[in-house]
């Protein structure tokens, strides 16, 4: 039955034992200890919490870790002390910025759940932990539905191929709709649901008003109430009501039968155990809860439907039975697809159209049991973990986090760091519970914990090992130069200039910078040669402001930060011809300069010697005839003959372009983006151990190559935002020609609100809505009249700039009514009067 926690109460009385002593509420002991290194992985759960910024995924989280009996007191976002949101900018603001690890003991499983941000500005964090999940929990505010941020996370998670369950939270709101929003759900998000339990109302006596007092389990015929008399107001009891045909709820069983009916006829159409089962009696109240749960398991697993709940978090209703669903239909690591590993000897610069290293056969995936490691087709154990976070901890150092995808990482080891060929030395290995660390004597295969004592290790590294020697040099070439997808870091779109207030803080500018530079990828640094800055860039205004904030309030930095601005690219628009460039030293170089605009999948590139320069989206193509004959010679040979490795030569001529095209454009001198540089032959020198002087040559031949360009041909790339501006019918007018006018934005579309209005909607979404049953919304109907929604929504595209201050602007408009969002969607060309515009500016 459900609701059976894992208690650690009568573990509590016994041992009076405390584990940590960070959090003055924290409570748990040796047995959960136990708990946490012994479940065994059928019963481990890597979960994130994803959903727009304010659903209630840290007071959800909160909730979670009190019931589980981790912590003895609920913490409180208002107040700033829950266990999560630890940094001093998340307490201050109430928002979370960066996501946090707990372990949750559920019902004799393990949760490990990663409570992410909301704000579109912290989108690389959803990111790199989505990639070490395997399951999420999406969570909607019933009265706001389905958000523009929803969407997102929702795509990613998709994307990754990620199962979700879908919690609508602040059921107890005024305009709470769960109906509405589980509609919402189908049509916008374009997936089937399948309700597991269903909000129940009473009646106020004085005011008529329906107050959400409990959940309907539709699988197991129960009402569950919290705020009956015998419940508890911390919401840790629970009353469970068997509802019966005879029993005193008969709305509530007619109610069940209307959901169990839908989730009989959804569910059989994917399983047929559940048809069969109803066709056994041919009443829906019969078909067992086991057999309906068993088939949400395998349809939400492989992505077929989605299970929904709801609840209201803050008033402590509804929570037990999301940590139950996360064990019933979210898979463990051993249900999720094995991890693919490229093993391309060349990964420093990947390829975007997968076709590229010269040593072609070398770079075939091959698969890992998530079990012992097991190289899937060859015999070797293989450890491979991934580095999804770095950060630096004044008193442990660095802390990396990991997920371990195969085999067992064991402390104190020497393990291969894929990505620079280097041997890495590691210390302690911790699990975290959000700030708290608990030593371990390994991480096992589906395990998310901490490397200390290294810094040899940046996010999206991968780290290998043998699994079963535990040494490294046992590995064969392929399985050491194994490496998990790496992740993506999204581009910049705003900068500020730092500078440091006196010279002699100089040193310390820099040693703090770099500390949260490693911290998060999603900032950049460069160096304005011009007027001597350094230029900080990350995602978005409030990424920068928080930055800023630990740089000078935490770091204590004397520095002096400039105005937020937007980050601009440049890049050329006709093509350079062949340069070469020649060192005394025997090394040579023949390049030419393009540039490209659209996506790099459309490109038609070459099948072999591509490269994908990521910060910057620029190409390489390194044509093989231009291989010299020495060079090839050597790869023709089974040993490799000169000193210094073909992967070091490449990489050379790799970073002697980026060299050369992050010291940019003519107009700014910013980054050059969408270039494609040639190498049609080169030369080194076969003796030499250095390639140096082909980094130098390389640079300067671009330079020179980039110099022979008219001033015409240079031009700035500017950030393009797609915009959603939710209005009301009356402010329709107004804000689309302040649009167009004031911002620059074309109008892509406006939708009605109701309609399925998500760029990727589907016709057979909105077929899906109508046919999915929902219960009546009581809550709407008290919705007062003078409420004047937002029913239409304005879909634009403007210049970043732009948009600046435009929710200042938008609320003047429209006396303060309606709300937008917007997102990148990628740099754009700009034409020449507003090339002349914002040069002027
Ligand atoms: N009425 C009501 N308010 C809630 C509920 N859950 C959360 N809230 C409130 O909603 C606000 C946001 O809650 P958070 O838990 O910080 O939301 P979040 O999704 O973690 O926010 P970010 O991490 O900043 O994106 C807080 O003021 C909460 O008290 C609920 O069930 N009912």
């Given at each position: 039955m459900i609701l059976r926690a894992f208690n650690l109460k009568p573990f509590l009385a016994r041992h009076?034992?405390?584990?940590?002593?960070?959090?003055?509420?924290w409570r748990a002991t040796e047995d959960y200890k136990d708990v946490i290194l012994k479940t065994p992985l059928n019963r481990v759960r890597n979960i994130g919490i994803i959903a727009h910024i304010d659903a209630g995924k840290t007071t959800t989280t909160e909730r979670m870790l009190y019931y589980s009996g981790v912590t003895g007191r609920i913490g409180n976002v208002d107040e700033g002390d829950t266990v999560t949101d630890y940094m001093t900018q998340e307490k201050n603001r109430g928002i979370t910025i960066q996501s946090a690890a707990v372990t949750i003991p559920w019902n004799k499983h393990k949760i490990n759940l990663i409570d992410t941000?909301?704000?579109?500005?912290?989108?690389f964090e959803v990111i790199r932990s989505l990639r070490v999940l395997d399951g999420a929990v999406t969570i909607l505010d019933a009265v706001a539905g389905v958000e523009a941020q929803t969407e997102k996370v929702w795509k990613q998670a998709k994307d990754l191929a990620i199962p979700v369950v879908a919690y609508v939270n602040k059921m107890d709101r005024e305009g709470a709709g769960f109906g509405r929003t589980v509609k919402e759900i189908v049509s916008r998000l374009g997936t089937r649901v399948v309700i597991v339990n269903v909000p129940y109302f009473i009646k106020d006596r004085m005011t008529g008003r329906s107050i959400f007092e409990g959940v309907i389990d539709v699988f197991d015929k129960k009402l569950l109430l919290w705020?009956?008399?015998?419940?508890a107001s911390d919401g840790s009891k629970v009353e469970v009501i068997d509802i019966a045909e005879d029993s005193k709820y008969p709305e509530v069983y007619q109610e069940v039968l209307k959901c169990r009916e839908a989730a009989v006829e959804q569910l059989g159409e994917f399983d047929e155990d559940v048809i069969n089962s109803f066709f056994e009696t041919e009443d829906y109240m019969k078909v067992p809860s086991s057999t309906l749960k068993k088939a949400l398991r395998k349809a939400c697993i492989e992505g077929y439907a989605t299970p929904v709940l709801c609840g209201a978090s803050f008033k402590n209703i509804g929570v037990q039975p999301l940590l139950d669903a996360i064990n019933d239909y979210l898979p463990s690591?051993?249900?999720?697809?094995p991890p693919e590993v490229t093993t391309s000897a060349i990964q420093s610069a990947r390829s975007k159209n997968k076709k590229q290293t010269v040593q072609q056969d070398n770079s075939l995936p091959i698969k890992v049991d998530p079990r012992d490691g097991l190289v899937i087709n060859n015999n070797h154990n293989l450890m491979t973990a991934l580095a999804f976070k770095v950060i630096s901890h004044p008193v442990r150092g660095i802390m990396v986090f990991v997920r371990v995808y195969s085999g067992k990482l064991q402390p104190h080891s020497t393990v291969l760091n894929s990505r620079t060929g280097e041997k890495v030395r590691i210390g302690k290995l911790l699990l975290m519970n959000a700030d708290i660390p608990q030593e371990v004597r390994h991480l096992s295969s589906g395990s998310i914990g901490v490397i200390t004592g290294t810094d040899h290790i940046v996010t999206g590294d991968t780290l290998v090992c043998h699994s079963v020697s535990k040494n490294p040099n046992q590995l064969p070439p392929k399985e050491k130069s194994a490496r998990l997808l790496p992740i993506k870091v999204p581009p910049p779109v705003f900068s500020v200039s730092i500078e440091p207030a006196s010279v002699s803080e100089n040193r310390k500018l820099e040693t703090c910078l770099n500390t949260l530079l490693r911290e998060d990828p999603s900032l950049h640094l460069s160096y304005d040669e011009e007027t001597g800055q350094n230029i900080l860039s990350g995602m978005g205004e409030l990424h920068l402001e928080i930055t800023k904030d630990r740089l000078i309030n935490d770091m204590k930095v004397n520095a002096e930060v400039g105005e937020v601005r937007v980050t601009y690219k440049e890049t050329i628009t006709s093509p350079t011809g062949y340069f070469t460039g020649v060192s005394p030293d025997g090394y040579e170089i023949e390049i030419s300069v393009d540039s490209f605009e659209g996506p790099i999948e459309d490109l038609d590139l070459p099948e072999e010697g591509v490269f994908y320069l990521e910060q910057d989206d620029n190409i390489v193509i390194i044509e093989?005839?231009?291989?010299p004959s020495v060079v090839k010679k050597a790869l023709d040979a089974e040993i490799w003959s000169l000193p210094v490795s073909y992967e070091t030569i490449i990489n050379g001529i790799l970073s002697g372009v980026t060299g050369a095209l992050q010291m940019g454009g003519r107009h700014a001198r910013l980054p050059l983006h969408w270039m494609i540089v040639r190498v049609r032959r080169w030369m080194i020198?076969?003796?030499?151990?250095?390639?140096s002087p082909l980094i130098g040559i390389t640079r300067t031949t671009i330079l020179d190559a980039l110099a022979s360009l008219d001033d015409k041909t240079a031009t700035l790339l500017e950030p393009i935002m797609q915009v959603f501006v939710y209005v009301s019918d009356e402010d329709l007018g107004p804000v689309s020609q302040d649009l167009m006018s004031a911002r620059n934005a074309k109008i892509t579309g406006i939708e009605d609100e109701t309609s399925v209005s998500s760029s990727d909607a589907i016709h057979w979404a909105k077929e899906q809505a109508e046919k999915t049953y929902v219960p009546h919304d009581p809550t709407l109907g008290y919705m007062k009249k003078t409420h004047v929604s937002a029913n239409k929504i304005i879909k634009a595209e403007a210049p970043l700039r732009e948009m600046i201050g435009y929710l200042t602007k938008l609320r003047s408009l429209t006396r303060g009514r309606a709300t937008y969002d917007m997102e990148f969607v990628g740099m754009q060309r700009t034409p020449p009067d507003r090339l002349r515009k914002i040069l002027e500016q």
């Amino acid at each position: 039955m459900i609701l059976r926690a894992f208690n650690l109460k009568p573990f509590l009385a016994r041992h009076g034992q405390r584990l940590f002593h960070a959090s003055p509420r924290w409570r748990a002991t040796e047995d959960y200890k136990d708990v946490i290194l012994k479940t065994p992985l059928n019963r481990v759960r890597n979960i994130g919490i994803i959903a727009h910024i304010d659903a209630g995924k840290t007071t959800t989280t909160e909730r979670m870790l009190y019931y589980s009996g981790v912590t003895g007191r609920i913490g409180n976002v208002d107040e700033g002390d829950t266990v999560t949101d630890y940094m001093t900018q998340e307490k201050n603001r109430g928002i979370t910025i960066q996501s946090a690890a707990v372990t949750i003991p559920w019902n004799k499983h393990k949760i490990n759940l990663i409570d992410t941000p909301g704000h579109a500005d912290f989108t690389f964090e959803v990111i790199r932990s989505l990639r070490v999940l395997d399951g999420a929990v999406t969570i909607l505010d019933a009265v706001a539905g389905v958000e523009a941020q929803t969407e997102k996370v929702w795509k990613q998670a998709k994307d990754l191929a990620i199962p979700v369950v879908a919690y609508v939270n602040k059921m107890d709101r005024e305009g709470a709709g769960f109906g509405r929003t589980v509609k919402e759900i189908v049509s916008r998000l374009g997936t089937r649901v399948v309700i597991v339990n269903v909000p129940y109302f009473i009646k106020d006596r004085m005011t008529g008003r329906s107050i959400f007092e409990g959940v309907i389990d539709v699988f197991d015929k129960k009402l569950l109430l919290w705020n009956s008399p015998n419940g508890a107001s911390d919401g840790s009891k629970v009353e469970v009501i068997d509802i019966a045909e005879d029993s005193k709820y008969p709305e509530v069983y007619q109610e069940v039968l209307k959901c169990r009916e839908a989730a009989v006829e959804q569910l059989g159409e994917f399983d047929e155990d559940v048809i069969n089962s109803f066709f056994e009696t041919e009443d829906y109240m019969k078909v067992p809860s086991s057999t309906l749960k068993k088939a949400l398991r395998k349809a939400c697993i492989e992505g077929y439907a989605t299970p929904v709940l709801c609840g209201a978090s803050f008033k402590n209703i509804g929570v037990q039975p999301l940590l139950d669903a996360i064990n019933d239909y979210l898979p463990s690591p051993l249900e999720v697809k094995p991890p693919e590993v490229t093993t391309s000897a060349i990964q420093s610069a990947r390829s975007k159209n997968k076709k590229q290293t010269v040593q072609q056969d070398n770079s075939l995936p091959i698969k890992v049991d998530p079990r012992d490691g097991l190289v899937i087709n060859n015999n070797h154990n293989l450890m491979t973990a991934l580095a999804f976070k770095v950060i630096s901890h004044p008193v442990r150092g660095i802390m990396v986090f990991v997920r371990v995808y195969s085999g067992k990482l064991q402390p104190h080891s020497t393990v291969l760091n894929s990505r620079t060929g280097e041997k890495v030395r590691i210390g302690k290995l911790l699990l975290m519970n959000a700030d708290i660390p608990q030593e371990v004597r390994h991480l096992s295969s589906g395990s998310i914990g901490v490397i200390t004592g290294t810094d040899h290790i940046v996010t999206g590294d991968t780290l290998v090992c043998h699994s079963v020697s535990k040494n490294p040099n046992q590995l064969p070439p392929k399985e050491k130069s194994a490496r998990l997808l790496p992740i993506k870091v999204p581009p910049p779109v705003f900068s500020v200039s730092i500078e440091p207030a006196s010279v002699s803080e100089n040193r310390k500018l820099e040693t703090c910078l770099n500390t949260l530079l490693r911290e998060d990828p999603s900032l950049h640094l460069s160096y304005d040669e011009e007027t001597g800055q350094n230029i900080l860039s990350g995602m978005g205004e409030l990424h920068l402001e928080i930055t800023k904030d630990r740089l000078i309030n935490d770091m204590k930095v004397n520095a002096e930060v400039g105005e937020v601005r937007v980050t601009y690219k440049e890049t050329i628009t006709s093509p350079t011809g062949y340069f070469t460039g020649v060192s005394p030293d025997g090394y040579e170089i023949e390049i030419s300069v393009d540039s490209f605009e659209g996506p790099i999948e459309d490109l038609d590139l070459p099948e072999e010697g591509v490269f994908y320069l990521e910060q910057d989206d620029n190409i390489v193509i390194i044509e093989p005839d231009g291989i010299p004959s020495v060079v090839k010679k050597a790869l023709d040979a089974e040993i490799w003959s000169l000193p210094v490795s073909y992967e070091t030569i490449i990489n050379g001529i790799l970073s002697g372009v980026t060299g050369a095209l992050q010291m940019g454009g003519r107009h700014a001198r910013l980054p050059l983006h969408w270039m494609i540089v040639r190498v049609r032959r080169w030369m080194i020198n076969p003796e030499a151990n250095n390639v140096s002087p082909l980094i130098g040559i390389t640079r300067t031949t671009i330079l020179d190559a980039l110099a022979s360009l008219d001033d015409k041909t240079a031009t700035l790339l500017e950030p393009i935002m797609q915009v959603f501006v939710y209005v009301s019918d009356e402010d329709l007018g107004p804000v689309s020609q302040d649009l167009m006018s004031a911002r620059n934005a074309k109008i892509t579309g406006i939708e009605d609100e109701t309609s399925v209005s998500s760029s990727d909607a589907i016709h057979w979404a909105k077929e899906q809505a109508e046919k999915t049953y929902v219960p009546h919304d009581p809550t709407l109907g008290y919705m007062k009249k003078t409420h004047v929604s937002a029913n239409k929504i304005i879909k634009a595209e403007a210049p970043l700039r732009e948009m600046i201050g435009y929710l200042t602007k938008l609320r003047s408009l429209t006396r303060g009514r309606a709300t937008y969002d917007m997102e990148f969607v990628g740099m754009q060309r700009t034409p020449p009067d507003r090339l002349r515009k914002i040069l002027e500016q």
